[in-house]
């Protein structure tokens, strides 16, 4: 069972800011180290820094940018993978691949990348170097970033660094490429000015359920987060993005599917709802949902419908969006977590381990080494 964390500002209840004792920093925004500590603590295998569904009026803006975000949590939490949201409309393909190649690497092999897709009808006023498209301009743009980045972070074959300070060699020359990529949307020439991290490639995550965002995902996918609002429409939508992923030559059990949960957790299934009418109350009607099943209840409730969700095949793990941060998370770690069943115990001791290793995901082969082999 894969499990796997989404932070958002002070939790995904848009009232959460209103009642979390998360601290915040002189910036404004919540101090992540001890959340991520805690996760780790009880063996989750990544956190993801998302967005928030933020109250209206509430100051979303200043939510840090994520990237730098996992930059500064790398040598804090030496265990859990730290994954980050990209919006792949606003920015360009060599400086993700480049972040995310150092971020890996820095890591020892922790990152993930969770691939925003997102369409935005007249194009976002906050990024105006991006002319607005059409939607299905947006996904094939979309399509090719992802085909960019896949070839940079194959730019740098494995081994390609020689540090020979005798001979004077940093680098094997022939095992470095630029990619000559000429598309509809981008020209990258390359190669990436960062080696190949050490994954192969970080875990692409993607969470867009449209038509051409589960096409993206069962062609580029490790990871897709299920935002469900029940078991049923969860196994619908695993058996679709599993047959599109077939169609495109990928192995059995690719992509791992979780399920998105939004938890309110209390002491008793009535305190939960009561907890749950009382966050209700306070955020605004126009507030928009919680992500993926909404759940309000008891620890031990919990526990079960994980269980049999996992146990009917219904998903591969479970994404959690607590509502509030830390309350939510805590008493997921200290009574959930522990007995859920195809968990291995959090260990302190554990050895060290690639996101890849963690998930028993494959390490992408490099298209230019498969080149030079088989050529």
């Given at each position: ?222 990871v897709f987060l299920a935002d469900c609002a029940s078991p049923e429409a ?142």
């Open positions: 069972m894969d499990l796997t964390l989404s932070i958002a500002e002070y939790g995904h209840h848009p009232a959460a800011r209103r009642v979390s004792t998360l601290a915040a920093s002189s910036s404004g925004f919540p101090r992540y180290a001890d959340v991520v500590r805690r996760a780790q603590s009880c063996a989750f295998d990544c956190v993801f820094f998302t967005s928030a569904a933020s109250a209206e009026g509430a100051p979303a803006a200043l939510a840090p940018d994520t990237t730098p975000l996992l930059g500064s949590l790398i040598a804090q939490v030496p265990r859990i993978g730290l994954g980050a949201a990209v919006a792949l409309a606003h920015t360009e393909p060599f400086h993700t691949a480049r972040a995310f190649s150092v971020l890996d690497g820095l890591s020892a092999g922790r990152a993930a990348l969770l691939c925003d897709l997102r369409w935005r009808e007249g194009g976002d006023a906050a990024f105006a170097h991006a002319p607005p498209l059409s939607r299905d301009a947006h996904y094939a743009r979309a399509g090719e970033y992802l085909e960019v980045l896949a070839k940079l972070w194959d730019s740098w074959e494995d081994g390609a660094v020689l540090a020979d300070k005798e001979a004077g060699l940093f680098a094997d020359s022939a095992r470095i490429h630029p990619i000559h990529h000429a598309g509809a949307y981008f020209g990258v020439r390359g190669p990436l000015t960062a080696v190949r991290p050490v994954q192969g490639h970080p875990v692409m995550a993607f969470d867009d359920a449209s038509a051409p965002g589960l096409a993206l995902a069962a062609r580029f996918g490790d969860l196994a619908s939508l695993r058996g679709d993005l599993r047959a599109l992923a077939r169609r495109q030559g990928r192995p059995d059990g690719a992509p791992r599917v979780l399920a998105t949960l939004s938890v309110v957790l209390a002491d008793s299934d009535e305190a939960a709802a009561q907890r749950m009418a009382h966050l209700d109350a306070l955020a605004p009607p126009t507030a928009p949902a919680m992500p993926g099943y909404r759940f309000a209840g008891s620890a031990a409730r919990l526990r079960e419908l994980m269980d049999s969700w996992y146990a009917a095949g219904i998903c591969d793990g479970f994404h959690i969006a607590p509502a509030v941060l830390p309350d939510d998370l805590e008493r997921f770690a200290s009574e959930v977590a522990p007995c859920l069943a195809g968990r291995p115990p959090a260990d302190a001791a554990q050895p060290a381990a690639t996101l890849r290793d963690r998930l028993a995901l494959a390490r992408p082969s490099n298209r230019f080494s498969e080149v030079s082999v088989h050529g």
